[in-house]
């Protein structure tokens, strides 16, 4: 006898949800996880501290106030970090709350520690302080996320040189800040300080960013945080970071020197497997820690899985806490619908972008007739009375069968209005329905409506001409 039916490491998203769910249906479940990180990275130092310091940055610099009260308007003139992390640590501080609530109330027992196998169906629990106990389980899912890659090379002290989990340690807003890196945690930060006032200059290798992104939203953003002083610098690498009595420079490739007050290292995760001992599970993980799994979010070890950021791609909350439930369901022989094949993308710069389907880029590509339906913020009611004159919502519709192929938002509210266009694609409907429907006035969403009305009146345009 097994102590327990399921046993998950890491109690982030895809941990949560799979404990959870496995105590559901009525299973005997364990979590393993550190004291002080309940929630995992996502809620301590990922996830919920970046998108709640965005809210705060916003708040504080009254930035999307200015088109109506000005450009010199802001609510406080010195911020501080303290101002910053004041509102992060109420936040954090209640959702860890919550989730220990709903693990306890669905009876799963929190183990506190690190765990690492001792065989396939057994892990060793150290708890910090050389306590440790062994506990046997029937299955085990392992979701132990990631931690921010770091170059060897690189000497990160937590102050002037740091890694995204190092922001919240800041002890001053920094006057200048090179990222490196223009991925999504990259921009994000890096349009954060840029609207605190910070000189961000952002280094990437590739020639552009954010390469999975409507090539028309990124430059709009780019666009942006250009008016925000952020300067980019496309095909440069970083050879070496000089720490230096006032700061840090930057020493590119190209013989190019940059000095900044603060250099923030994104250049990518790396799954956190190291301490698991995977080979006594029968394990092994890929250079960047990854581990293998099937579509059921099954490893090599049949009774073993692995779910959110450890297995990679898409490595968003979103999709962990999905793939946490229904490795429970697989691992408790409950019958469950796959993940659908549609989800969002997300980023919270300022202003956000987010996306469902497919780009033109891709379209064009493949070769996929499509016509484009457009609806400017500025257009709108709710977009003036906002203050927002740059967002704009993008449909990509198929004038064969009129489905939408796309939905593209940049600008306020764009995470949670992408959500309308997802409903549509998902349940099979086409650009009729946003013609025809009714949406509240005034509001954000009306924009399915402009949008749908503007690709039907340029698919109409082509029948009148035949």
């Known amino acids: 006898m097994s102590d327990y039916d399921v046993l998950v490491l890491g109690s982030g998203p895809g941990g949560q949800k799979a404990a959870i769910a496995s105590a559901k249906l009525g299973a005997k479940v364990a979590l393993v996880e550190r004291r002080n990180m309940i929630g995992g990275v996502c809620i301590n130092t990922g996830t919920i501290p970046s998108k709640t310091l965005r809210e705060a940055v916003l708040y504080l610099t009254g930035m999307s106030q200015r088109e109506l009260y000005g450009q010199s308007y802001r609510v406080k003139d010195e911020i501080t970090i303290g101002d910053l992390t004041a509102r992060t640590s109420h936040v954090v501080g209640r959702e860890v709350d919550v989730i220990r609530s709903q693990l306890t109330r669905n009876g799963v027992t929190i183990l506190p520690g690190m765990g690492r196998f001792i065989d396939p169906h057994t892990v060793q629990v150290s708890d910090g302080s ?8 029937d299955k085990i899912v392992i979701a132990t996320g990631t931690t921010p890659a770091r170059p060897s090379s690189v000497d990160f002290d937590a102050q002037t040189i740091i890694d995204s989990d190092g922001i919240l340690g800041l002890e001053k807003i920094p006057r200048s800040m090179i990222v490196v890196g223009a991925g999504v945690i990259g921009i994000e930060y890096a349009s954060m300080f840029a609207a605190l006032g910070t000189k961000v200059t952002v280094i990437e290798q590739r020639m552009r960013m954010l390469e999975f992104c409507d090539t028309e939203v990124v430059e709009a953003l780019k666009y942006h945080l250009r008016d925000l002083a952020v300067t980019f610098r496309f095909g440069e690498t970083v050879s070496a970071v000089e720490k230096r009595k006032n700061g840090t420079v930057a020493v590119l490739e190209s013989g190019k020197k940059i000095p900044a007050d603060t250099v923030m ?26 581990i293998k799994v099937d579509s059921l979010f099954r490893t090599e070890v049949e009774h073993i899985y692995a ?59 493949q070769r996929v007739p499509f016509e484009v339906g457009v609806s400017r913020y500025r257009e709108l009611a709710r977009g003036q ?15 064969e069968d009129r489905s939408l192929l796309g939905v593209h938002v940049f600008g306020t509210g764009a995470t949670e209005l992408v959500h309308i266009g997802q409903a549509v694609m998902g349940c099979g409907g086409t650009v009729d329905y946003l013609v025809d429907t009714v949406f509240n006035y005034p509001t954000l969403a009306e924009s399915y409506k402009v949008a749908a009305l503007d690709a039907t009146n340029k698919i109409r345009q082509i029948t009148m001409i035949d």
């Not at 290292?265 to 960047?288: H, I, N, V």
């Not at 740059?390 to 198929?398: D, E, F, R, T």
């Open 265 to 290: 290292y994104s250049a990518g995760r790396q799954g956190m497997t190291e301490f698991l001992d995977l080979p006594k599970a029968g394990l092994a993980a890929d250079k960047r820690g990854r």
């Open 385 to 399: 009375i906002i203050g927002d004159s740059y967002g704009v919502l993008k449909l990509l519709v198929s004038p």
């Open 307 to 365: 779910v959110g950021d450890v297995i990679g791609f898409p490595a968003l909350a979103a999709t962990s806490m999905e793939q946490g439930r229904l490795a429970a369901h697989h691992a408790c022989d409950e019958p469950a619908h796959e993940m659908h094949q549609l989800q969002p993308i997300g980023i919270y710069s300022i202003p956000e972008i987010s996306y469902i389907g497919r780009t033109e880029d891709e379209l064009t590509e």
């Open 130 to 137: 050389g306590q440790e106990r062994s506990v046997t389980a």
